[in-house]
């Protein structure tokens, strides 16, 4: 998605030489004509996939999943970070582990929101070495729904978690694939 | 707003007598037909106020707010709830009390994403004590922008915290305000 990478280019910030920061219009403060012109690309990619329901993760990926799901017209269900005294019943639950912040993280789905007639279309900001992607594609498993793929807005290429992801089998269309950071400098996959 | 008041009625559960429960449609699973009509009207509330910026607090608040931002086209500002190593720079920084959770919660915005010229509107899903609308009060008043007020999607007004703010002079928008919750029953304040 070229006006993605260009805006990547723009206003992503390089910290430390190779990580990437895009809290300027997809992390802490949202672009919403971009998260429109994100979803709307998420919908041209899978519109035939008969999607049922987005799932993501929180924080950063509901925003995203939300305004992509206006174009399928699905609900979205978002994995809980922590089971707290709001969440009750049966879940599906899985850990993930995150590199960039050094731990280990529970997530959790309520058991009533996942239906084995669900066709599943995962959405999430970032994919790098794959570890939240891999906890969602697991839950999804567990639930007996159909996976129909992941659409990521920005994958980090060089931490090889989404073309792991790939070799299983599973379609992963990422909007902006950063094949290296190096010297300050964004070098792009070309798609 | 009626089609809201009726939705809690019928999908809304009531746990160990007076907690209101909205999971199934605006907490975990998500309805994004309502967060349209919730963002609409929204709109219609404080579209005559210059709103530039829309700010809210993770999780729960940012898809409410991602589509809400939509009807004003203004970007979206959400407050962490941790200051993880990808929040550099400096902050705006608050403590929330949670009394569902019973623990002291501190809040960050990058103090870029926060302008002196900026009309800011908070939008949250729930009021209840009114910790955390409280909190992002006192960050948009140490920013020095101006606060237009608050849109609520659900205030519970026995807990009191809706009327204390209102009482200060801040304008309070509740989309739906549960007077009481008795023996299962909702009962909705007159608007």
Known sequence: MKSLEERIIKDGEIKD?????????LNHRIDIGLLQDIGTEFYRLFKDSGVTKIITIEASGIGIACIAAQY????VVFAKKSRTSNLTGEVYSGQIYSFTHQCFTDIYIKKDYL?????????????A????LDGLIRIVDDSGAHLV??????EKAFQGGGDIIRSRGIRVESLAI?????NGRIVFRDQ
Chains 1, 2 share one sequence.
Do not use: H, Q, T, Y
Not at 17 to 25: A, N, T, Y
Not at 129 to 132: E, I, K, L, V
Not at 149 to 154: L, N, Q, R
């Open 129 to 132: 070495r794959g570890g939240a």
């Open 17 to 25: 030489g190779s990580v990437l920061k895009v809290d300027g219009f």
């Open 178 to 182: 950063v094949e290296s950071v190096e």
């Open 115 to 127: 239906s084995r007639d669900d066709r599943i279309l995962i959405i999430d900001d970032f994919l």
């Open 149 to 154: 793929g992941a659409g990521i807005v920005i």
């Open 72 to 75: 399928f017209n699905v609900p």
